[in-house]
């Protein structure tokens, strides 16, 4: 099976009609390859990010949703909800494993502080504005400085006087183009409904990133906006948002063989990267994180069964831990599984072949492969001091004093000068993790975490050691002293002790005693002279990474689409099964019949009004006629990613079918590399959605909604 | 998926093509649904158990095999010679590890004394002669011992100057029937090829009873025979044996959708056993078996892995322990899987139905089904003793000290009143035992698991306690003070002494010291009773079953198969997967592309050589066009059990296209009730042992005999 895909890799271009993450710009032009696959909507409609079906896709900051009524009612997956759920529960109610159904509109709950959908209003090329003044001998450290400065100048513009429009500016093809981002923030959130936990992530941890599977992985929100209709922040006089544009249900779903399309945000892929990279990522990157991150989570599972109020408060950070060390195990098990490097290596060498081949291209692509090289080795140097910091960074105490130095330290400068992340329009966003740290810390992981953290850092090598923070640690007596002192009734506990650090100047923080704040300025006292060299080297790959990709692109014929952005993008394909296991073919279906054929013990408990709705199931209006029941999840030949969760899955004509919550556990290297013939994508059903909506929850008035109203 | 298993146990008639382990008489009168099924050969001919393909069949006593070569040559399983492969294994030669080629016919080995290959000559109708003076008011004890009697008179007449000939009767039908069966012992069996280990039992016990498979589960051995064709001993003079039959091959091997089906000697199946027999099993029998095994187990492997030594001793009896644990757990998991006691339960009442629904009918099988019920109730109060008791007679020298005392016992009878096991007949074989013990007997492991069953009979209640053994323990203070006795320099251990044992008259044991034997006189004094009690309740049986299953099949219009007992069946079906859960299929073929994909470390070391010749099998000839590759394993319908291994695999015309070896691990619980829908035999497909004979081990010259020589 991995001849095919060694022939995918080689040839120049896009072998697989199921790989692109297109940008809907890139759709018109794809119009002939979309209708022989069976699209029936048209091509430049669907390219329309303001049209039917793109127009009602929105998104989470963090995952992917859809408009799914005219009343502003958004689809989603569970586990995208997760945060809010554990932000409406408390000692009495768990939400995140009890669920939640309003029992009408005035029933549902505001999700909390720093919560907004986002809706795109605006996209446009700013690639001309972004390189404004950059000249072929600008030096890397200035070219760095001027392209920084032209995109906060375009955002802070974009942003000036209108608190409810949020800006970004986009980098596509490694810095080759730019585009501006316009979208409206919908801070007014409210859950309508979430299945439990034991429905949401059905399987838990055993069954997450694998098939069969059968999540009901979906939830229900809610946008308000002020009675004008303008964005407002959450109030009891707001009123439901009217989207423009909203999706239809096709309460018929989507089965074998049929076209399908996600319309969605994934987040990153690394697809234009190098072998080398490549290599260095299965050899140290992924073992290195597993290694820690195992760890970790080991610490904070053994307080969570410890304790009910710590599993409360660490759960949410312990299920993404888990997702994501699955995800960098998976991605190491896919490198190993076939040949991925070799075939990396050997796309590179026609590459190489193909630019030496005319003097031409020699000349203008050649050099940038010698000073990638360099960098990549760089890079390679520093890699452990800089993750095990960045693992430091977690610690909820330390990663409060370090933004507030960090903001100080930025305040003298002026805002556009600013680093990323710093600047005035970021404050708001690092007030409400101040809040909401106070619903997720807990101390005594936070300090088992930071002992085994800071013993990390004492045992670093010379050159990756970042000296002022062994030096205060030693200067406290060692790590079990120090981790004592900073875990001393910290005053950084309390909610208004964090706030108030935001507002204290560089000044005043550099006076501070408080232990934390101390190690975070012995953190920065490390890291400022490394982000120097980081923006030298981001200057340097402004330079290099678009003319490599530039190369690939005119090598493969310009039928190419950009690495994963956090930027909406389309894949099409269909649904289809594949072969696991020689002797296995996983069928692209799952039923409610399997669903309550697994119930057992934890965590496959599926609540037991669902198994007794499950009895008559194939009674059901949402059967499926070949099934003879209710379909759960789909596998479709989709390329989405981490980003993608709660994406609309749509059909031939834009109408929805159900929603995408995750890859298979093959799928995870094609971050690196697709390989069509195992990378799949599985969705929810939306008849599975439909079934529970009516048969479980008796959710008639959400059904209503959605616009299939029991007959 | 359950409702078609509900409707086929609810039907009173055989509802699925693909059940029944047919008697070969009953072929002719099914031979319009043979056709139907695919069969082209005819029916007739396929019911002759001297013609072709039958005649080509023959039993190892434990496995089945066929003739594949005029010459004698025999195919069969490798886990069927594994005991062979043992008894050719020294210090410098590990066999099971490493397999043999002989290089020549020269070369060939003789597997050592006790084995040997059996050929049916004749099977007679018996039922007359072995109920002759029976009568309706025979008291039971009284009829067992006409049966029996009746039973041991036939087969000394059968055996009676003819060395080379053993005679068996068989019941069938719970005892409603007997077949005289007359078999050529062919003794001088000798090893022609088998694969190591790695490849034999490719996967170990993490694969054992699995899908996806790979296993090279096949084995030549050669029959000779003395220079004038009779049946002897082995003999460096001994030639070849000729056989009447032998199967040709089809090198096309069998491919999805193909009819297919077994010759061979399937051991046991409990189909007609009540659902309270069922349900004992389920909740008693199977677990409380289950829980001892694991510890002996464990037992055992902490032998084998702490010395090499015992590790070449034990591994055959671990494996075989192994097996037959994941069967027991296989058909615990089977019976909680779906409704298999409701079913029976169902089936069951459907029959009381049936037969109250006429009072002729109420007044013939009533009385049976409450007597039934009473004898039940017995064996499951005496169960734990007596299965406590049977493993303690796995131990080595305490089963042949065992045997010998009951031989003694015995033989003041006449040799026709003798129990059965235990006559003239039997005393070669048990020398044979006692010999090969010394290939396999390792005291320290011995001693472990004394001490534990032991300890677990001194724990047994009152009612089931064998309290001779008892008292010996606590006369010997105390079972750790009792193992120390046994094993203090065991004179057992050496063969001479098992084998002096054997001729030792009763007086002369009675008054024999030896702690083994002192031990073997305790189990007796206890369990002479039991005996007796078994005879009665034998003889009930004989009244009982037979009208429980005369009703069963009246109530199916005769359309049944007797159980299976360990004689020539034929079972027909076709090539095809399962699922083994929703949202997977099993697809019915494996490839040696497959079995590379899965290699690493042990239980997966499959050897370079055929890691090497794995790169080109996709150009072997024996390809299969449609998988792009030499297929390995296959799945089909077909009705197996234990016993069935090593049996021929074949076409519609008779064809050798495979051997089977297992089946999946759904199939167990198939013993107590067939299920079309999840039961499924795994067959190694003659394609895989040709190409292995060719590509990995250029084995030329067997080829050459198998009719496939190189072109």
């Known amino acids: 099976m991995w001849t095919a895909l060694l022939a995918a890799v080689l040839a120049p271009s896009i072998a697989s009609a199921d790989e692109g993450m297109w940008l809907p710009e890139q759709l018109p032009q794809r119009a002939v390859e979309l209708r022989r696959l069976g ?13 039917q079906p793109l127009g009602s896709i929105v998104t989470l900051g963090f995952c992917s949703a859809s408009f799914v009524s005219p009343d502003g009612l958004i689809a989603t997956n569970h586990h995208c909800v997760s945060g809010y759920l554990q932000y409406l529960s408390d000692a009495e109610n768990d939400r995140n494993r009890d669920g939640f159904l309003a029992a009408s509109r005035a029933d549902e709950q505001w999700v909390g502080p720093g919560s907004e959908v986002q809706v795109v209003d605006k996209i446009t090329d700013v690639t001309l504005e972004v ?17 920084s400065l032209n995109q906060k100048t375009l955002v802070a513009d974009c942003e000036r006087d209108r608190p409810d429009v949020r800006c970004q500016v986009a980098s596509y093809w490694g810095g080759a183009e ?32 694998m098939w069969p599977r059968h999540s ?65 990522a299965r050899d140290v990157r992924y073992p290195f994180r597993i290694e820690l991150q195992r760890q970790i989570i080991d610490i904070l599972q053994g307080h969570a069964d410890a304790d ?37 290596v050997a796309a590179e060498e026609s590459l190489m072949d193909w630019v030496e081949a005319d003097p031409r291209r020699a000349r203008r692509y050649g050099p940038a492969f010698a000073e990638l090289d360099q960098i990549a080795d760089e890079d390679e140097r520093l890699y452990r001091g800089e993750a095990v910091v960045g693992w430091l960074l977690q610690i909820d105490l330390l990663r409060a004093a370090y933004t507030a130095w960090r903001l100080a330290g930025e305040a003298d400068k002026p805002d556009l000068l600013r680093d990323r992340g710093y600047q005035d329009r970021d404050r708001e966003r690092h007030a409400r993790r101040m809040e909401r740290m106070d619903k997720s810390l807990w101390l005594p992981s936070d300090r088992d975490a930071l002992v085994l953290l800071l013993n990390r850092v004492m045992e670093l090598p010379e050159e990756q050691r970042p000296t002022p923070v062994v030096e205060l640690v030693t200067a406290w007596g060692g790590v079990e002293a120090a981790v004592a002192k900073l875990h001393d009734q910290p005053a950084l506990a309390q909610t208004e002790a964090r706030l108030a650090l935001l507002d204290q100047s560089r000044d005043a923080l550099a006076e501070s005693d408080d232990p934390w704040v101390q190690l975070a300025r012995a953190l920065d006292a490390w890291s400022a002279p490394l982000r120097a060299r980081d923006k030298q080297r981001a200057g340097s790959m402004l330079r290099l990474r678009p003319a490599y990709i530039e190369a690939l692109r005119k090598q493969s014929g310009d039928d190419l689409y950009p690495d994963a952005n956090g930027t909406l993008r389309v894949t099409v394909g269909n649904v289809k099964g594949y072969e696991p296991a020689d002797g296995l073919w996983a069928t692209p279906q799952t039923t409610v019949r399997g669903l309550a054929a697994k119930a057992g013990d934890w965590p496959f408990d599926a609540p037991e009004r669902l198994l007794e709705a499950s009895q008559t199931s194939a009674d059901s209006r949402w059967v499926d ?87």
């Open 625 to 711: 006629a070949d099934l003879g029941d209710v379909p759960v999840n789909f596998l479709t030949t989709l390329d989405t990613t981490g980003g993608n969760s709660g994406s609309a899955t749509l059909d031939s004509q834009g109408r929805l079918v159900g929603l995408i919550f995750d890859g298979n556990y093959e799928a995870m290297s094609a971050d690196w590399l697709f390989n069509p013939v195992l990378t799949r994508s599985i969705h929810v059903d939306i008849r599975y959605i439909l079934w529970t909506l009516e048969s479980v929850e008796e959710a008639d008035w959400v059904l209503d909604e959605l616009g299939v109203a029991a007959p």
């Open 216 to 280: 009901g992985d979906f939830a229900f929100l809610r946008v308000y906006v002020a009675p004008d209709g303008s964005a407002a922040e959450h109030s009891a006089d707001n009123v439901p948002y009217q989207p423009p544009r909203h999706l239809e249900i096709n309460p018929e779903g989507a089965n074998p063989g049929d076209f399908v399309m996600v319309a969605g945000y994934p987040g990153s892929t690394y697809r234009f990267r190098r072998a080398r990279d490549l290599r260095f």
């Open 178 to 209: 730019y585009r501006l981002i316009e979208k409206r923030r919908l801070r007014d959130v409210r859950l309508v409904y979430a299945p439990p936990e034991s429905v949401g992530s059905y399987g838990g941890e055993i069954d997450n990133w």
């Open 131 to 147: 390189v404004k003044g950059v000249r072929r001998r600008t030096r890397d450290r200035t070219r760095e400085r001027i392209v």
């Open 308 to 344: 009910p109020e710590a599993k409360a408060r660490l759960s949410s950070s312990i299920g993404q831990l888990e997702n994501s060390l699955k995800y960098s195990q998976g991605m190491l098990d896919g490198f190993s599984k076939g040949p991925v490097l070799a075939d990396k």
């Open 39 to 51: 699209l029936t909507l048209d091509a430049d409609a669907l390219g329309d990010p303001k049209g």
